[in-house]
């Protein structure tokens, strides 16, 4: 371990000497002291210094706290929502949707670095499912934290019991990430949204996938709808995606852009489904994330709002098992009202209503 009065001590040294043997040049010895100094700072962060160690944290308070200065002001009404659970604050931007025939929730988690209203990809999606009978709710991620600089004064092969070398910071960030997203669905459930679909950009295509596998396919029944979407998952996620798709049991959108390193990834994963013998899940390469026309949906909207009609549309797990007994029971009842009322009008009563996203 580097002692910090050591350096110090001996950078003087070095000085006095360098002082002694430059006379006359003042620019020579402020260099070199330079020198000296920073190389001490760098042999102190090296050493894995509490200090250093602390950087590479992230501030997830910081970080909400920059969100809710950026949309307090700026969002329309009742768009951005500061959700809480214990000590957990987590800003949000949610739009209902605008037609006859709600599908369900569509949960927005961003890539690595954005934020729930990224532009075009993330602020697309956001507002224009809605018109195809989706919610969305976008939810803010931390930042993914950097690796810590390993300690000198450990072997580099022991690493800390529990954890990988140089990944100790996910032992936190992992179970952060998994908080927001059960406490986004959470959110969808309790406005009695129970089809909910979840949308993984980037980044965020690992966590949704590793949330849906761990959490969220054990909740799919007749009255709660599961569905997966990943938009350009990135190749360096690829092995820990891999072994986690094999277990998935949901309606999964895998959609990724051509490129040497992203083909080689959706070849993997398409492997990883196709050893599994998953059925449900659907593989699709854009040439683009945006399309020319800017007036309208962009690509992977309209990709996603089409895979969503033929997969997950025009169910009834939109509604809660005890709302939809409720409606049943209501429409029997009135009925039957009508039948005694007037005959001729009960059979036109009783035509069943379109189904939704039919009209879509």
Same mark, same amino acid.
């Given at each position: 371990?580097?002692?910090?009065?050591d350096?110090?001590?001996?950078?003087?040294?070095?000085?006095?000497?360098?002082?002694?043997? &430059?006379?006359?040049?003042?620019?020579?010895?402020?260099?070199?002291?330079?020198?000296?100094?920073?190389?001490?700072?760098?042999?102190?962060?090296?050493?894995?210094?509490? &200090?250093?160690?602390?950087?590479?944290?992230?501030?997830?308070?910081?970080?909400?706290?920059?969100?809710?200065?950026?949309?307090?002001?700026?969002?329309?009404?009742?768009?951005?929502?500061?959700?809480?659970?214990?000590?957990?604050?987590?800003?949000?931007?949610?739009?209902?949707?605008?037609?006859?025939?709600?599908?369900?929730?569509?949960l927005?988690?961003?890539?690595?670095?954005? @934020?729930?209203?990224?532009p075009?990809? +993330? @602020?697309?999606?956001?507002? @224009?499912?809605?018109?195809?009978?989706?919610?969305?709710?976008? =939810?803010? =991620?931390?930042?993914?934290?950097?690796?810590?600089?390993?300690?000198?004064?450990?072997? +580099?092969?022991?690493?800390?019991?529990?954890?990988?070398?140089?990944? $100790?910071?996910? &032992?936190?960030?992992?179970?952060?990430?998994?908080?927001?997203?059960?406490?986004?669905?959470?959110?969808?459930?309790?406005?009695?949204?129970?089809n909910?679909?979840?949308?993984?950009?980037?980044?965020?295509? &690992?966590?949704?996938?590793?949330?849906?596998?761990?959490?969220?396919?054990?909740?799919?029944?007749?009255?709660?709808?599961?569905?997966?979407?990943?938009?350009? /998952?990135?190749?360096?996620?690829?092995?820990?995606?891999?072994?986690?798709?094999?277990?998935?049991?949901?309606?999964?959108?895998?959609?990724?852009?051509?490129?040497?390193?992203?083909? $080689?990834a959706?070849?993997?994963?398409?492997?990883? +489904?196709?050893?599994?013998?998953?059925?449900?899940i659907?593989?699709?390469?854009?040439?683009?994330?945006?399309?020319?026309?800017?007036?309208?949906?962009?690509?992977?909207?309209?990709?996603?709002?089409?895979?969503l009609?033929?997969?997950?549309?025009?169910?009834?797990?939109?509604?809660?098992?005890?709302?939809?007994?409720?409606?049943?029971?209501?429409?029997?009842?009135?009925?039957?009202?009508? $039948?005694?009322?007037? $005959?001729?009008?009960?059979?036109?009563?009783?035509?069943p209503? /379109?189904?939704?996203?039919?009209?879509?």
């Amino acid at each position: 371990m580097v002692n910090l009065s050591d350096m110090t001590l001996s950078s003087l040294a070095v000085q006095g000497r360098t002082e002694n043997s &430059l006379p006359g040049r003042p620019f020579a010895r402020s260099a070199l002291y330079t020198m000296w100094t920073l190389g001490a700072w760098l042999l102190l962060a090296l050493a894995g210094s509490p &200090l250093a160690q602390e950087r590479v944290m992230p501030d997830w308070e910081a970080h909400a706290r920059d969100l809710e200065r950026r949309y307090e002001h700026l969002m329309p009404p009742g768009q951005y929502l500061l959700l809480q659970e214990g000590d957990l604050t987590m800003p949000s931007l949610w739009m209902e949707q605008t037609t006859a025939h709600p599908q369900g929730g569509v949960l927005i988690i961003h890539d690595d670095g954005q @934020h729930p209203d990224w532009p075009r990809l +993330i @602020h697309d999606l956001r507002h @224009h499912l809605p018109d195809a009978g989706w919610s969305t709710l976008s =939810i803010s =991620i931390p930042p993914r934290p950097a690796p810590l600089v390993p300690e000198r004064n450990r072997e +580099i092969d022991e690493p800390r019991p529990g954890s990988a070398a140089g990944s $100790e910071p996910n &032992l936190d960030f992992e179970p952060e990430v998994a908080r927001r997203i059960l406490l986004g669905v959470n959110e969808l459930n309790d406005r009695g949204i129970q089809n909910t679909v979840l949308v993984g950009v980037g980044t965020g295509a &690992l966590y949704v996938t590793r949330s849906t596998v761990q959490e969220l396919q054990m909740l799919a029944g007749p009255d709660q709808g599961i569905g997966l979407v990943l938009v350009g /998952a990135r190749p360096g996620d690829t092995a820990e995606i891999m072994p986690l798709l094999g277990q998935l049991t949901v309606p999964v959108l895998d959609v990724y852009l051509p490129g040497d390193h992203t083909n $080689e990834a959706a070849r993997q994963r398409r492997a990883a +489904i196709n050893r599994a013998g998953l059925t449900e899940i659907t593989q699709v390469r854009e040439q683009a994330w945006a399309s020319a026309n800017r007036s309208g949906p962009q690509v992977v909207t309209r990709r996603t709002w089409g895979w969503l009609r033929s997969n997950l549309a025009g169910t009834q797990r939109g509604i809660p098992a005890a709302r939809a007994a409720q409606e049943a029971a209501e429409a029997a009842a009135a009925a039957a009202a009508a $039948e005694e009322d007037d $005959e001729d009008n009960a059979e036109a009563d009783m035509d069943p209503p /379109a189904l939704p996203g039919e009209a879509i």
